[in-house]
């Protein structure tokens, strides 16, 4: 796991991120989920393949980011979801493809649960054949399950985003009979200012930044405008200098870093490094108008460098500095 993936995933795993970020897709920034309501899962997910000894290969592992369950109220009975997320820093152009496996993963593990449910219970005996058979009986539910990709980067995201785009095949007609599958995507560059005022945690201050990294006007708009800019903890200064190269530095004995003064000292040391530069190339130009009037003297009237120099009236310095190209 590369280090963009450890810190946006290590990100996400905090409750109060996650619910917000669900809040927003779902519940376009109400908050409905509370982070008490969720409940960490195992990411992995195991894909059996089906078939006799001979053709059955071994169990594939598959990890998912970040995965957790819900328990909400529905019309005063409890309701549970399956939540993941699956955080991106590159685009991933079967991400589609990716997260059906992973959903279909989580449904086939909640059939087999329930069906290993039954075999301990011993209440499948008195049922009629069809549910004995397929040991998932008919009042067994599935729990839903959303999963959302989060984009950590400034680029607009220019892959499918549902199975149908993937295909070669466009026959309308045909298609109809081909289940499709669509990805929920959070994609900064394609969010407008008001959209980023729906969360409520610090997933705002940095899709904000994400969406800004490359307009440094707009970023600094963006900063003057939100006051949590000056106080960005560690976990969100790592996502930002892993996926947007921020160059924000927080030490170890501070919890948080002002993001607006950081830049506003990153654009300084900018712009004195280039008055540094334009200072030293301005020199160098001198030197070498220089050098050329001595060479022009040496040649037209036969002069040493010396008498060149003396009859330019050269300082010291400017000999010593010439004279490397004489």
Known sequence: MGVKDTVTIRYLRQKDVFADAFNYLIYNGKKVISPDQLEELDTREVDVPYGGEDGA???????????KTLRAMTDGHAAYLVLAIEAQSNIHYAMAVKNMVYDALQYAKQVEESVA??????????????????????????????????????????????IHEMFSVQDEELLSYVPDYKINLIEPAMMKKEDFDKFSTTLKEVLTFIKYSKDADGLKEALDADPNFHHLGREEVDVLNACVNADLHLSESEATIDVCEAIRVLN????????????????????????DNIN??????????????EILGLSESDRKAAAPFL
């Open 117 to 162: 449910s039954h075999r301990v219970s011993g209440d499948y005996k008195n049922v009629g054949s069809d549910e004995y058979l397929s040991g998932f009986m008919k009042q067994d539910r599935l729990m839903p399950v959303v999963t959302l990709v989060i984009y950590f980067d400034s680029k607009k995201w220019d892959g499918p985003r549902t």
């Open 296 to 309: 022009n003297l040496k040649k037209n009237m036969g002069w040493t460098s010396e008498k060149a120099m």
């Open 268 to 291: 300084q040391r900018a712009a004195d490094e280039a008055a540094e530069k334009a200072t030293e190339n301005a020199e160098k130009k001198r030197i070498t108008t220089l050098v």
């Open 57 to 67: 290969k071994q169990p594939v592992q598959k990890t998912r980011d970040v995965i």
